[in-house]
């Protein structure tokens, strides 16, 4: 991005944490995220999302609660990154608890928030 003087923007970064989730690369996508650091990306709600995918898919859910606890505003999107990434990893309980702080944050769940809470009972019965 910098080597060809292209100004780094959050549709690149966001771009670039997606190749990284879906290659499983995590080093390269904390090396993405370390650039957006540094570029003052991270407050960019797109961004913090896409990096709490990353994370979640790259099997890193501590770092993707680190960014999650760190956005200065949550949508409903970024709640249900979170929450899906919990249930992606067999977390039940994580991702129960993030669906009742969600209640409580009175966002209101989406249609991938409610396929999610299914799994998390189906998680729960194992």
């Given at each position: 991005m910098m080597v060809r003087g292209v100004e780094a923007t959050s549709i690149i970064v966001i771009s670039a944490l997606q190749a990284c989730e879906a290659?499983?690369?995590?080093?390269?996508?904390?090396?993405?995220?370390?650039?957006?650091?540094?570029?003052?990306?991270?407050s960019d709600i797109l961004v913090s999302t896409a990096l709490i995918d990353m994370y979640m898919n790259c099997s890193y859910p501590d770092k993707a609660i680190e960014v999650f606890k760190r956005m200065p505003e949550k949508d409903a999107?970024?709640?249900?990154?979170?929450?899906?990434?919990?249930?992606?990893?067999?977390?039940?309980?994580?991702?129960?608890?993030?669906?009742?702080?969600?209640?409580?944050?009175?966002?209101?769940?989406?249609?991938?928030?409610m396929v999610a809470s299914a799994k998390i009972l189906l998680l729960g019965l194992h």
């Open positions: 290659t499983f690369n995590l080093e390269e996508g904390k090396r993405v995220h370390e650039f957006a650091v540094r570029r003052g990306l991270e999107v970024c709640w249900s990154a979170l929450l899906c990434g919990y249930v992606q990893n067999g977390m039940a309980d994580k991702s129960m608890g993030v669906f009742c702080d969600m209640f409580f944050s009175d966002i209101r769940p989406d249609g991938g928030v």
